[in-house]
């Protein structure tokens, strides 16, 4: 009997689109992608407003997932016809096009998947579709996400994105208000406007690739008067080192009430204590392993 012969890869796979979040729908692009090629390069087209993810966190995750990441700026491309747009593919490298089924491209979206398919053939570049990613019915999408994190349903959200919802940020110097009621804090100050509702949250703290659970306060916290949102991070039964001017990620696992104003500093603490015991069921729930 004959061995079967590995499958020979094609040169080089380009995927394109805004990749806003490189969320379920995205991925299932990237793994067809590197099913058929050697090298993935995601093209995206980043145009202006609120975004999910900053560029740099956008990188790690390309990295993770191990596909190269071209941010394009909309500008640059959005008077391009379909056919001076794939001309530009091919500059850009691509021999193969792996793309959704509803794709459109070129000036006024007036490219669809038949004509893409036409000038791969001119331009000798292979295009595959690919049908989209759902979730109850609906097509996954970052706007999709986005509603989620802003109403804190992160357990909805982070199942579309395939991994929890994180922020990059760097270690501030608090008031150390904190520390005096006996809850030290990691001061983060996050590197982009959060979608989500001020209130506290099971979370991950990972600093140099170490990952620590705990539990943050997303906001101003009005009992302790910050002035600007910050992620506070209280990680129970570790003393963490000194981390001032250290940049970590936070990972945001589970909503799990809004932030509040408390009549005084001992009925906070006594909402802590609570906040921690409902962290400690959580985690016994055997959830809040990280990506």
């Given at each position: ?113 038949k004509i893409a398919e036409a000038l791969g053939k001119e331009f000798g570049i292979e295009v595959i579709t ?70 506290v949250y099971a979370v991950n703290l990972t600093v140099d690739g170490k990952t620590y659970r705990g539990v ?76």
């Amino acid at each position: 009997m004959e061995r079967a012969q590995p499958l020979r890869l094609r040169e080089s796979c380009c995927t394109v689109g805004k990749f806003e979040a490189f969320h379920r729908g995205h991925r299932k692009l990237i793994e067809k992608a590197k099913e058929l090629c050697g090298r993935v390069k995601v093209i995206s087209i980043r145009g202006k407003g609120e975004k999910l993810f900053t560029d740099k966190e956008r990188e790690e995750i390309a990295r993770r997932l191990g596909v190269e990441l071209l941010n394009v700026p909309f500008s640059e491309v959005k008077n391009l016809s379909p056919r001076d747009f794939f001309k530009r593919l091919k500059e850009w490298g691509c021999s193969v096009l792996v793309v959704g089924e509803d794709w459109r491209f070129g000036k006024g979206r007036a490219g669809d998947v038949k004509i893409a398919e036409a000038l791969g053939k001119e331009f000798g570049i292979e295009v595959i579709t690919v049908p989209p990613e759902t979730e109850d019915g609906e097509k996954i999408g970052a706007s999709r996400i986005k509603d989620l994190l802003s109403k804190g349903d992160l357990d909805r959200a982070n199942k579309l994105l395939g991994f929890p919802y994180f922020a990059g940020g760097v270690v501030v110097k608090g008031t150390s208000k904190g520390k005096e009621i006996g809850f030290p804090t990691v001061n983060v100050k996050p590197f982009k406007e959060l979608p989500l509702p001020f209130g506290v949250y099971a979370v991950n703290l990972t600093v140099d690739g170490k990952t620590y659970r705990g539990v943050a306060n997303y906001g101003r916290a009005p009992t302790l008067k910050n002035t600007e949102p910050l992620i506070e991070v209280f990680v129970p039964e570790v003393e963490l080192p000194s981390l001032y001017g250290r940049t970590v990620k936070v990972e945001f696992l589970k909503f799990l009430r809004p932030e509040k104003r408390f009549p005084s500093v001992d009925e906070l603490i006594k909402q802590i204590k609570l906040d921690v015991e409902n962290l400690k069921e959580f985690w016994r729930l055997g959830v809040g392993a990280g990506e």
